[in-house]
């Protein structure tokens, strides 16, 4: 429920700075949630929120400190540090990497097919324009209908039609929607959450698109309930999840193999997808082409951001103890993730090199400008 902005309370709580229609917003909240972690939930304003997070992205948290932190994936590692209790990383490091790598595709390839969805379909982009006019731009003196006309169509240029959804892609993009239910339906199948009998970092992330986006807009949402009841499920039991109240199962052993068909995927798509983003941030290109399991994505846009991400993904995998490195590669190897995971072979977004983030300038996920600006 978003407060009104004064009526929030902040004495110790966490204020987030976002939206109640927002993909990052609800990954974060999920997490707090289940943390037991107190927060408030106002109005990402655009104007305040690059005042203090250096980009127009939420959402943006202010800590009860008065600092202002940005990015759910490093925020989310910080409070893992403040609040060690009830990790949401397995201990078991090849599982902690598998649910980081599961995070990341969440995050950034289940963006495309969730905005897909929220602004190419008539009765979702009404309703989804309406919900953002009032809640984000009521001090905007601009009549409504203009503001949702306006935001329909810039939604649709910048993260649809711009990012390589055409009459040739659609129907891959709408797989990957699609492929995750089946994957998951199977996982839910056997165990309550993705690794085991409690939430991990890869139902945390799962979350950021099928909460917001898949659960709760129209077509994806009827999708869902027809074709994946398990997944439907497992959206509200996650919503309702929290660390105290957990039954006492854990997680399970090792890497089943019924993760595998989530990680091949992951490998063909995500990964081969990050791997030519980097090679074109290497070249200057602003945008690029790149087949996807035999979909021609053309003119995407270099996104910086997703070459930290890359960086990122290696660093962990780097950090693995020698045993845990070893059987990593061979999972890797045998779904398809270890080639574009290393390729190419060097990758230097130049973004927070002194690794202090979340206290960082936020950097925009899609935008060219975010891109080409900021080079050296
Ligand atoms: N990596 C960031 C991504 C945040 C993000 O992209 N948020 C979206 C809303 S869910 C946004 O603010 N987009 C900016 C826009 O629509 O221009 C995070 O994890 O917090």
């Not at 209908?145 to 709408?174: N, S």
């Not at 996982?187 to 709760?216: C, K, N, Q, Y």
């Not at 309702?240 to 091949?264: F, H, R």
């Amino acid at each position: 429920m978003v407060k009104d902005r004064d009526e929030a309370v902040t004495d110790g709580r966490v204020r987030i700075h976002g939206a109640s229609i927002s993909y990052f917003t609800g990954k974060l909240e999920v997490y707090l949630r289940y943390k037991e972690i107190p927060y408030d939930l106002v109005p990402g304003r655009p104007d305040q929120v690059r005042k203090h997070a250096g980009a127009a992205q939420i959402p943006v948290v202010e800590l009860p400190n008065g600092r202002f932190i940005t990015d759910t994936t490093p925020i989310i590692n910080w409070f893992e540090e403040e609040h060690p209790d009830a990790p949401v990383l397995p201990e078991d490091p090849l599982q902690a990497f598998v649910c980081r790598l599961i995070e990341d595709y969440a995050d950034e390839w289940l963006w495309r097919p969730a905005m897909h969805y929220r602004w190419s379909y008539d009765v979702d982009k009404h309703a989804l324009s309406r919900k953002i006019v009032r809640e984000l731009t009521p001090d905007i003196p601009v009549p409504a209908v203009l503001k949702r006309f306006l935001i329909r169509q810039r939604q649709l240029r910048i993260f649809v039609t711009g990012d390589g959804v055409d009459q040739a892609t659609r129907p891959h993009v709408e797989g990957s929607y699609l492929r995750a239910l089946d994957m998951l339906s199977a996982i839910f199948a056997r165990r309550s959450f993705v690794v085991g009998e409690h939430p991990t970092l890869a139902d945390v992330g799962l979350m950021g698109p099928m909460l917001r986006h898949f659960s709760h807009d129209p077509t994806p949402a009827a999708i869902m309930q027809d074709r994946a009841p398990a997944v439907w499920e497992w959206v509200a039991r996650m919503w309702n999840a929290k660390a105290s109240k957990l039954s006492s199962g854990g997680l399970v052993t090792g890497v089943p193999s019924d993760l595998e068909p989530l990680l091949t995927e992951i490998g063909e798509t995500h990964l081969e997808y990050l791997s030519a983003n980097a090679i074109a941030w290497q070249r200057g290109d602003d945008r690029f082409d790149v087949s996807i399991q035999g979909a021609p994505y053309r003119r995407v846009p270099t996104s910086r951001y997703r070459v930290w991400c890359l960086e990122q993904l290696r660093k962990r995998f780097a950090d693995l103890p020698e045993s845990a490195a070893a059987e990593a590669r061979g999972l890797l190897e045998k779904n398809c993730c270890w080639d574009p995971l290393w390729q190419p072979e060097e990758v230097a977004s130049g973004h927070d090199p002194d690794g202090r983030a979340p206290f960082v300038e936020g950097l925009e996920v899609l935008t060219a400008r975010g891109a080409r600006a900021r080079r050296g």
